[in-house]
């Protein structure tokens, strides 16, 4: 059953921009050494600001985690509140959009395993196509470590929906149910929390909320962002930082911060120059879970060649970063052309062959 899709204004420029952020950090922590162990003349505040700067990858996978809430868990919500949800379309859509790319990315893996010598076992690269990563293996790929919420918060959402959609009893979607259970338990629980929290975004943003309680979250939102950055870890040194309150108690509160943001600005179009920001962002977005998912293996290419890790800030190694960036997009959007771009072909495919049976 094919249904009519809704574009959602700046969802996809903001999806980009996450992936963005994302890849700036391990970028940046890549190809510069620890504050610490940089020259002299590098450990300056020039220096603490450029790092600072490129320290938001924690805030962007907590937006990735609310606009999977929202575009998963809030659309097939509405979609069984409508009569509309089909569980097999579900697994089949949920399954070839992220298992696809992500097979790919495993792939490339193995293969700069097998060249650096390194070792992930074929174990490990299989639970992490399972979701299992952090649970029973270990991260393989760098970021794979966020996929395992994605992946088990698809099958809770898509057991609940199912078994609130049946009256019928179902063995099958009780134990499944119940090993999601059992996964969010052995990973960090309250990250779950933004996954929900993205659910309530969707519904959010078919309530209007007045513009003073907007901008009130928009200062709030970016001041409570630039404080997850003073009271987390840290590889600058020699700067500020205070317990006032737990990371943990910052981020959640920075969730409900940007998941009411994210519900007003769905429903605002853009004019002008805008449209074609906003139609750029979308453009981008069709490949920013390949750029998610390929870029720390990118930089693995690019040290096993010869890119060495600097330990000197200045005009140069800043340029040389920003190229790395860019390679780091462009080996993105290759893969995405050998994968991401095929997962809706995928996808109708299999529905056919079902459909045909």
Same mark, same amino acid.
């Given at each position: ?40 003349? $590098?450990?300056?505040? #020039?220096? =603490?600001?450029?790092?600072? @700067?490129?320290? +938001?990858?924690?805030?962007?996978? &907590?937006? /990735? !985690? ?113 090993? $999601?259970?059992?996964? #969010?338990? =052995?990973?960090?629980?309250? @990250?779950?929390? +933004?996954?929900?929290?993205?659910? &309530?975004? /969707? !519904? ?117 970063? #920003? ?14 052309? &050998? ?19």
């Amino acid at each position: 059953m094919i249904t009519e899709k809704r574009h959602y204004y700046w969802l996809d420029l903001i999806r980009f921009i996450s992936a963005v952020l994302v890849v700036m950090v391990h970028v940046r922590c890549e190809f510069f050494m620890t504050y610490s162990k940089l020259n002299v003349d $590098s450990q300056n505040y #020039f220096t =603490q600001v450029f790092y600072f @700067l490129n320290s +938001f990858g924690s805030q962007a996978v &907590l937006i /990735f !985690f609310i606009l999977s809430g929202f575009l998963v868990g809030g659309l097939n919500i509405e979609k069984a509140l409508q009569c509309k949800f089909y569980i097999k379309d579900f697994i089949i859509d949920r399954s070839v959009r992220i298992l696809l790319p992500l097979l790919g990315s495993l792939i490339i893996v193995f293969i700069i395993d097998l060249i650096s010598n390194e070792y992930h076992s074929i174990g490990e690269l299989f639970g992490n196509l399972l979701g299992l990563q952090g649970v029973i293996v270990n991260d393989a790929g760098g970021v794979f470590w966020t996929l395992s919420y994605e992946i088990w918060f698809y099958v809770l959402i898509g057991c609940i929906l199912y078994l609130l959609t049946h009256k019928s009893f179902n063995l099958t979607g009780i134990a499944l149910l119940l090993c $999601s259970f059992i996964v #969010f338990a =052995q990973l960090n629980t309250y @990250l779950l929390f +933004f996954l929900i929290f993205g659910i &309530l975004t /969707f !519904f959010l943003s078919k309530l209007k909320i007045q513009k003073k309680i907007i901008i009130v979250c928009v200062v709030l939102s970016i001041i409570v962002g630039l404080l997850i950055n003073f009271c987390g870890r840290t590889n600058v040194k020699n700067r500020f930082t205070f317990d006032l309150i737990s990371s943990e108690s910052l981020w959640l509160i920075f969730g409900v911060l940007i998941s009411i943001l994210i519900s007003q600005l769905v429903n605002i179009k853009p004019h002008g120059i805008l449209t074609k920001i906003n139609e750029y962002g979308t453009k981008m977005s069709v490949f920013s879970y390949s750029l998610y998912i390929t870029h720390y293996q990118c930089c693995r290419i690019m040290h096993m060649i010869g890119v060495p890790q600097v330990n000197y800030v200045n005009a140069t190694s800043i340029l040389y970063f #920003f190229i790395e960036v860019i390679v780091c997009i462009i080996f993105a959007y290759l893969f995405y052309l &050998l994968t991401e771009k095929h997962t809706s072909k995928l996808k109708k495919f299999i529905k056919s062959k079902i459909a045909n049976e």
